[in-house]
């Protein structure tokens, strides 16, 4: 009886309770005073004044750095530029360095708390002062690690995310590119070894092959080119002073690649053999080092001459067209861009010169110019097969004056291009060249001897 009458008094008081949360805490107002007081563990430290630090990381490494300007240089263990990236993680983080919870004032033990020993120390120096942050154990949830400053007894904690910013081995805090250069001031680029000899020039805006082949250059695959050899990073340092490099595959180099400007060579770099399965041998030419890069950076610096051809058939942009002459056949349309008005409101528009009569209208014209641009190689081979027939010949001018020839033949149910001045032929896909024989059927005297174009083939898109 006794037992009942206490459950009823206790759940009386549960409710009683649970009543005064909701009707009074729930609709409180929260005011400055409810909220969470933080507490920075640097009072007023500002990133950028930090001028040198010191840290000691969990694996043993050591490391000095010094700011230099606006930069950073390690110190020791060797001396080498920092990763600025790196470098700025540990400043902004020690600057707002938040203060989780005051564990105790004056411990009596810091084993406790894995103080004794430190896993991680940071020293840093801002002006005349300079202050030492010790990192211990975490504590049982994880979440928080305990912490102390080195001229302080008293312990707290810091959030443990925040610790593996400060946890920096020497490694990741150089700075890892695997070469230090401008890529925009490069107009030459040589690669050898592997992949043949290669040779890319820049004829002002313009990237050429001219080794092994005289064609135009793909810019996108040389801008690609640029970018990994220009924003590359080393995976990890194999020897810094390497007693030989034939053990890295590096003497002679699988491959060497030099990137110039004005007949100067800007960087170089040399490829040498794996190192396991995912990273290959790598040396700057102007540093000692040898070190790893991921294999598939290896494999992006020593692709085929191939890789770097222009995909493109023609050269003309839809904006720079202004003259385009097609032949098939006993058939050859000339179309002209003509301006119509005057003023801000003059438009151009696309005209049939010759024959003098409107048997391609203008949106047809158009459509045909664009399918054209649109055309991609899709390999190369070194000859026209023999017993190819013609099956479309093209003169464009665009730009200032320039003229490009372009001559699509078919053999063995392929169609093939070539261009005057580049060696071999490219391989296209029949569809693509149907689809402009089509558009230009209604206007020939005799029918086009070519495969019917697919119904369902859409327009490609304009080039811009």
Do not use: C
Request: net charge neutral; hydrophobic share 40%; no cysteine.
């Amino acid at each position: 009886m006794n037992r009942g009458r206490s459950t009823l008094i206790l759940l009386a008081l549960a409710a009683a309770l649970g009543a005064y949360i909701w009707f009074v805490e729930m609709k409180r107002e929260v005011t400055d005073e409810d909220a969470p007081k933080t507490e920075k563990v640097f009072t007023d430290l500002k990133a950028e004044a930090i001028a040198a630090l010191e840290l000691h990381g969990s694996n043993g490494d050591r490391t000095r750095l010094k700011k230099q300007g606006v930069g950073w240089t390690i110190e020791s263990p060797v001396q080498v530029p920092a990763d600025a990236t790196e470098v700025s993680g540990v400043t902004s983080n020690l600057a707002s360095l938040d203060l989780t919870r005051v564990i105790d004032e004056k411990p009596a033990n810091l084993e406790t708390f894995g103080l004794h020993a430190p896993r991680v120390s940071v020293t840093f120096t801002a002006g005349t002062t300079t202050r030492t942050l010790l990192l211990g154990s975490k504590t049982a949830t994880g979440g928080d690690t305990y912490a102390k400053l080195a001229d302080a007894p008293r312990v707290f904690t810091v959030p443990s995310w925040l610790e593996q910013s400060l946890d920096r081995t020497t490694f990741q805090l150089r700075n890892k590119a695997i070469v230090t250069m401008d890529r925009e001031a490069v107009d030459h680029l040589a690669i050898i070894g592997a992949p043949g000899t290669i040779e890319l020039k820049k004829q002002g805006d313009d990237w050429r092959l001219v080794q092994p082949l005289q064609a135009r250059a793909d810019a996108a695959e040389v801008s690609s080119l640029l970018t990994r050899l220009s924003s590359g990073q080393m995976q990890a340092i194999v020897a810094e002073q390497p007693a030989t490099l034939d053990t890295y595959g590096l003497q002679p180099a699988r491959t060497t690649v030099t990137a110039m400007a004005g007949g100067k060579t800007l960087a170089q770099v040399f490829v040498g053999s794996p190192s396991g399965d995912t990273a290959v041998h790598m040396k700057d030419a102007a540093r000692p080092i040898v070190f790893t890069v991921e294999k598939g950076l290896a494999d992006d610096l020593q692709r085929a001459a191939a890789a770097y051809r222009a995909k493109d058939v023609f050269a003309y942009r839809m904006f720079n067209l202004s003259r385009l002459v097609l032949m098939w056949g006993d058939d050859s349309r000339t179309f002209e861009k003509k301006k119509a008005g005057t003023g801000a409101t003059a438009t151009e528009t696309w005209v049939q010169v010759a024959p003098a009569d409107t048997s391609v209208k203008a949106a047809t014209i158009d459509d045909i110019a664009s399918r054209l641009g649109t055309l991609r190689a899709e390999g190369w081979v070194e000859a026209v097969p023999a017993g190819a027939t013609p099956v479309l010949s093209a003169v464009a001018t665009f730009g200032s004056g320039t003229q490009e020839r372009v001559a699509i033949v078919q053999a063995n149910n392929r169609m093939y291009a070539t261009r005057d001045g580049e060696p071999g032929a490219a391989t296209l896909g029949s569809p693509a060249v149907n689809d402009v024989l089509s558009l230009l059927a209604p206007a020939a005297s005799t029918p086009t001897t070519a495969a019917p174009s697919p119904a369902s083939s859409p327009a490609p898109g304009t080039r811009p």
